[in-house]
Nanobody, 117 residues
């Protein structure tokens, strides 16, 4: 089992920044991949960014150059971050972290990001 706790969402003006965090605990040695997804009202959940156990990253075209995914490996916790800069109203969504382990996936509870003036 892997437990996930997300934090860092909120309300920000266009052009502003936020940093999301997702702390994973439990069977963290089995983590293969970590990612951030988002789901806006009336839309399907979509991949925002991902990072492999080796540190390779990938980004959706819509966030390339504005968002940065990173991870921090501690003794009992692995934390994945999403630094979001130059935020736009269309970035408004609930953001979810996802952790992939052998034969299973785990999702965070979601954190709301609202970009509005």
């Amino acid at each position: 089992q892997v437990q996930l706790v997300e934090s860092g969402g909120g309300l920000v003006q266009p052009g502003g920044s936020l940093r999301l965090s997702c702390a994973a605990s439990g069977r963290i040695f089995s983590i293969l991949h970590m990612a951030w997804y988002r789901q806006a009202p009336g839309k399907q959940r979509e991949l925002v960014a991902g990072i492999s156990s080796g540190g390779s990253t990938n980004y959706a075209d819509a966030v390339q150059g504005r968002f940065t995914i990173s991870r921090d490996n501690a003794k009992n916790t692995v934390t994945v971050y999403l630094q979001m800069n130059s935020l736009k109203p269309e970035d408004t969504a609930v953001y979810y972290c996802k952790v992939v382990v052998i034969a299973s996936n785990y999702w965070g509870q979601g954190t709301q990001v609202t970009v509005s003036s």
